[in-house]
């Protein structure tokens, strides 16, 4: 979860999943569909079913046993080398470095020098405690997200002062492209406690199998009811929500207000079914 999610947006979504699938058995037996709505909200959807589909290996391959080093982590899906590296190290005491983006920047400014990322993974490995890995590593991470930061290093607290060759300053980081933008318009269309919807195509690129709001060409001369801005990945889109009859959608589908909570939603479905008090 808090890969590519901030740590205040995660701590609420975590304790509610751990509620609801406390064990790596209750995760593989559940549907997918179950997963996406507990999962709703944090984005990046495919974590969700990355973490579903290593689930169901561990219980039906492993006979449900987590695996405990690094190279086995990384064979389960979704499991990249920071991940596994993680892992093996803080749950298992394994003497693995990792190197997320706030490790870089850290080890960047220690030796002054843009090292490469292949550098970076050898360096972090050299510097490692071997006693004390996860301690370590979770030491490194927390420096670069609290202290080394990456416009206004705060350097006069910093545990490592001494031993850093840039004091703070780093090479530039590429810059960014402009932000795509984007105006799209959705109906909020309710009748007899229920909201209509439309499930995005199970072979979509972005999001497959969540339910939306349906989309409309326009407001057709109608004041939007609400209008707020919400980003994905590099479009900044405005968007526009109309109370408009929608149900002439053959792909859409009456669902109770007591369910949507429970419904896979698109973190921009949920924002606006928030803002209608229906969730």
Known sequence: MLQQTRVGAVLEHYRRFLR?????????????SSILAAWSGLGY???????????????????????????????????????????ASIAFDEPTAVVDGNVKRVLRRLVADNLSDELLWETAQELLTQARPGDFNQAMMELGATICLPRQPRCSVCPVY??????GSLPKPKTLGRQNKRMIHYALDCHNGSVFLVRR??????????????????????????????????????????QVSA??????????????????LTGLARKILRAAKLI
Not at 215 to 232: Q, Y
Request: aromatic fraction near 6%; hydrophobic fraction near 40%; include cysteine.
């Open 201 to 242: 195509p199970k072979d979509a690129s972005l999001m497959p199998g969540m339910w939306e709001l349906p989309e409309i060409p326009g407001a057709n001369g109608v004041s939007p009811w609400l209008t707020l801005r919400h980003s994905i990945t590099v479009t900044d889109y405005q968007v526009a929500v109309s």
């Open 45 to 87: 959807y495919r974590r969700a079913r990355m973490m579903h589909a290593a689930a169901k290996v561990i219980v039906k391959e492993q006979a449900g046993r987590f695996p405990a080093s690094a190279e086995q982590l990384s064979a389960l899906p979704g499991i990249g080398r920071y991940t596994a590296a993680a892992i």
């Open 247 to 264: 149900s002439d959608q053959s792909d859409g589908k009456w669902i109770s207000k007591g369910r949507l909570a429970r419904l896979p």
């Open 20 to 32: 609801r699938f406390p064990t790596v058995q209750k995760l593989a037996a559940a549907r997918e």
């Open 162 to 167: 001494e031993q850093c060759d840039s004091r």
